[in-house]
């Protein structure tokens, strides 16, 4: 399995529905971990990601896979969660 990050930031509804995919997502892949890096609070880290805008934004092994778009649904959400996860299993 590769490496999950994801960039969040705090009281972002998007990064809540993105979490909440997860959880979902975690019953079919429970081996998954992911590293995730709070956009202010761990600029630092952040910073190494410079080509997103929105919040989550998901990669693989250091590969872009999501970036949540404003108004996006939470089956969009879910759907994009879901190609990360299996982009890690690849």
Do not use: H, R, W
């Not at 979902?24 to 609070?41: G, M, P, R, W």
């Not at 600029?43 to 092994?61: G, H, I």
């Amino acid at each position: 399995m590769k490496k999950i990050t994801m960039i969040k930031m705090e009281g972002c509804p998007y990064c809540a529905a993105a979490f909440k995919a997860i959880d979902e997502l975690k019953k079919n892949y429970s081996a998954t971990e992911i590293e995730v890096i709070d956009k202010y609070f761990q600029s630092q880290l952040a910073e190494k990601f410079t080509d997103y805008y929105y919040v989550p934004s998901m990669y693989v092994d250091g590969k872009k896979i999501y970036e949540a778009q404003p108004g996006e649904s939470y089956d969009e959400c879910f759907s994009n969660v879901k190609k990360v996860f299996e982009a890690a299993y690849e």
